[in-house]
């Protein structure tokens, strides 16, 4: 199950469906950029051009420059300039009375932007480029994407080709770092608040490359921050002119943010974004507090970055447990970055390291043992650990003294019998009434119950000294856990490779809802239930130490003796421990 597997199969993953247009007929063979280029060139007459600037939204009072080409088709500029101003903050612009002896023009915008993700102003400017044909377009607009394709489309048309198949070309080639592989419209048609999957492409690429620089630098030093950020995304154009692909070094910075939002936000797999939207227009206020539509789309946006850019398929239950070697860097973060790995969780691909592949299968020290109980010859498979100075043995299987398996009412036209399930009153070998009565005064320190002579129920205090030794839920999981329903392991925050490394047998007893009832009590009266955390909380033990349990990864039901009226299972296994 751990063996790690190489697939030969690679997978394509296309987040777009939207078709190329505008393309140019090409006819002749002549010198780089004069071609049918030159002769088809069109001069441009009192031409106006509208359109938006965006990193986020450049500010009111940004400046656009766009400049005339030569007629001969190679890009060069002629000196002559056309001047705008943003007119809002939502980076709009217009120019007006453009004539050009070339239909295609280099533009650019400069200025003070407000930052996407936090809605906040920059503190400094930054500039970004854009090259475009105007012959048949009334707005262009400028954004990162334009910018990161500008000199890939210059050198292109320096080395031959049209413009129309460098801008085909680049456009492609700059999605394709991100892992979309299919044709769209250009750059300069896209719009940071606009919806499209284009859209969403430009909003998250812009959202990373803003936030990534930001991280290592004070807030209070902005005056640092925003070269850094102008830096980043120069060396980001340079570097994916010369060759239409970008270096480790430069993706690691896009990676790193997208590494993050893949793994944290893996519940977002099944959110429903067109549905979110269409709450957001039926009531903005409440849409704008969740936020879940945008997460949904960076999450998207995300694991779309990263399995691109780790060369692997989707990881889901089918690759569960696989591991594979890693060379490329993900983050800058130390542990990270020496990670030599990525394993499939079920969910997601996460970086490991040799240690953390190594302990996937490596066992939890404990003695392992057998106990028979007398009362009908069953033997059980036991495990024993020293724990805070006390010796502990426990059941490694749950009970099942068959004469007191309970029949389980579920709904008013079924039942169902579960093997090896009791009432929390026959766990307790209580009366009845004692469901819904309170207990106090019936139960002892060390209680048996239905358990054999010279063992006990297991109570609250045996489960905290059990956890706090394996280290954690995860380490009493077996196989089992992986193998239901993802959407719901999602939800309750079930992740993770598990191979029984305590020799525990536990089993999930609702295999669609990841949840397993254990029968057990605790004499402290502090034991609450905290609705936020769907769990049982014994704050305190015995000696009135603080003691929280959190039971909300495997449910387990604590029947503390305290008021009458709580609410006891009448489902539940009991795992025995010695006296």
């Known amino acids: 199950m751990f063996n790690q597997v190489f697939l030969q199969k690679k997978y394509s993953f296309s987040l777009l469906a939207l078709v190329l247009g505008g393309m140019f007929c090409a006819c002749s063979d002549k010198m780089a950029g004069t071609s049918e280029e030159t002769e088809g060139i069109v001069a441009i007459a009192d031409k106006e051009i509208s359109g938006v600037s965006q990193k986020g939204p450049f500010v009111t009072g940004s400046s656009i420059i766009l400049k005339e080409t030569s007629s001969d088709g190679s890009l060069k500029p002629t000196g002559k300039e056309f001047y705008a101003t943003t007119r809002s903050n939502k980076g709009d612009f217009k120019i007006s009375n453009i004539n050009l002896e070339s239909q295609y023009a280099l533009l650019s915008a400069e200025g003070y932007y407000i930052r996407e993700y936090n809605n906040e102003p920059s503190s400094c400017s930054i500039r970004l480029d854009a090259v475009s044909d105007l012959e048949k377009r009334e707005t262009v607009n400028i954004n990162l994407l334009t910018h990161f394709e500008y000199k890939r489309v210059l050198k292109l048309v320096k080395s031959g080709k049209t413009f129309a198949e460098a801008k085909k070309q680049a456009s492609t080639e700059v999605l394709a770092a991100f892992g979309v592989t299919a044709e769209f419209t250009s750059p300069e048609d896209l719009n940071i608040f606009n919806y499209s999957d284009a859209d969403r492409v430009l909003f998250n690429v812009s959202r990373i490359v803003d936030y990534r620089p930001n991280w290592n630098t004070s807030r209070e030093d902005d005056a640092e921050v925003c070269p850094k950020l102008q830096d980043f995304v120069d060396e980001f154009a340079n570097d994916f002119a010369d060759d239409g692909k970008l270096s480790d070094s430069i993706m690691v910075e896009i990676v790193a943010d997208a590494y993050i939002s893949y793994t944290w936000y893996a519940d977002m797999e099944y959110v429903d974004e067109k549905a979110i939207r269409q709450k957001e227009i039926a009531d903005p206020d409440e849409a704008k507090d969740h936020g879940l539509a945008d997460k949904k789309s960076e999450y998207d946006f995300s694991k779309l970055v990263m399995l691109h850019y780790m060369d692997v398929e989707n990881c889901d239950e089918t690759l569960w447990g696989e591991y594979r070697k890693f060379g490329k860097p993900i983050s800058t973060d130390r542990d990270i970055r020496e990670s030599e790995y990525i394993l499939c969780n079920g969910f997601t691909w996460e970086v490991a390291t040799q240690g953390r592949i190594d302990s996937l299968t490596l066992k939890i020290e404990h003695e392992s ?150 029968h057990s009590y605790s004499l402290n009266r502090a034991a609450l239930y905290d609705s936020a955390k769907h769990g049982y909380y014994d704050y305190f033990d015995d000696e009135g130490a603080f003691l929280p349990l959190d039971f909300f990864e495997l449910e387990l039901s604590f029947r503390e003796a305290r008021a009458a009226g709580t609410d006891r299972y009448e489902k539940g296994y009991v795992r025995c421990v010695k006296n």
């Open 369 to 518: 043992g057998t106990m028979t109980d007398k009362r009908d010859g069953r033997k059980y498979k036991t495990v024993s650990f020293e724990y805070d100075g006390q010796k502990y043995e426990w059941m490694a299987e749950n009970l099942l003294y068959t004469d007191s398996v309970v029949k389980y009412s579920k709904g008013a036209d079924r039942n169902e019998r579960l093997v090896g399930s009791y009432s929390w009153a026959t766990a307790m070998q209580l009366d009845d009434k004692y469901m819904e009565d309170d207990p106090t005064g019936e139960l002892d320190s060390i209680h048996q119950g239905i358990c054999p002579d010279g063992w006990h129920i297991s109570s609250n205090k045996d489960w905290a000294a059990l956890i706090a030794y394996v280290g954690g839920y995860s380490n009493l999981y077996n196989e089992n856990w992986v193998s239901s329903d993802r959407k719901t392991a999602l939800a309750k925050g079930i992740i993770g490779v598990f191979s029984d490394k305590f020799d525990f047998n536990l089993d999930p007893m609702d295999p669609k809802f990841l949840e397993t009832t254990y």
